[in-house]
């Protein structure tokens, strides 16, 4: 059966950076390194599959968050059984 991760970037505040917010929604490793090669290594070959992640911009955040959600559809066509999607706050 496949996972679905909600990342909504309302929930952000609550951690101490946007890589911690990811290790706790994601379930990294320990060992996961806080950066994006890390985040690459992890999605790549860590995820349990399959697995879709929606990132859900449900905040008033304009941050440009593009170098991550690129990263994640990268990988997403990359790696077989694992998905991305970008959902905006009015279809959340």
């Known amino acids: 059966m496949e996972k679905i991760i909600e990342l909504k970037l309302s929930q952000l505040e609550k951690y101490e950076s946007i890589h911690h917010w990811l290790a706790a929604k994601l379930e990294l490793p320990d060992y996961y390194g806080h950066n994006l090669d890390a985040l690459w290594d992890c999605l790549t070959a860590d995820l349990t599959l ?3 992640i929606l990132w ?3 905040s008033g955040d304009e941050k440009d968050y593009s170098v ?17 999607g970008y959902l905006l706050d009015d279809e959340a």
């Open 50 to 52: 399959p697995v879709t």
């Open 56 to 58: 859900i911009n449900d």
């Open 68 to 84: 991550i959600t690129n990263l994640f559809e990268e990988a997403a066509g990359e790696v077989d059984g694992l998905s991305f």
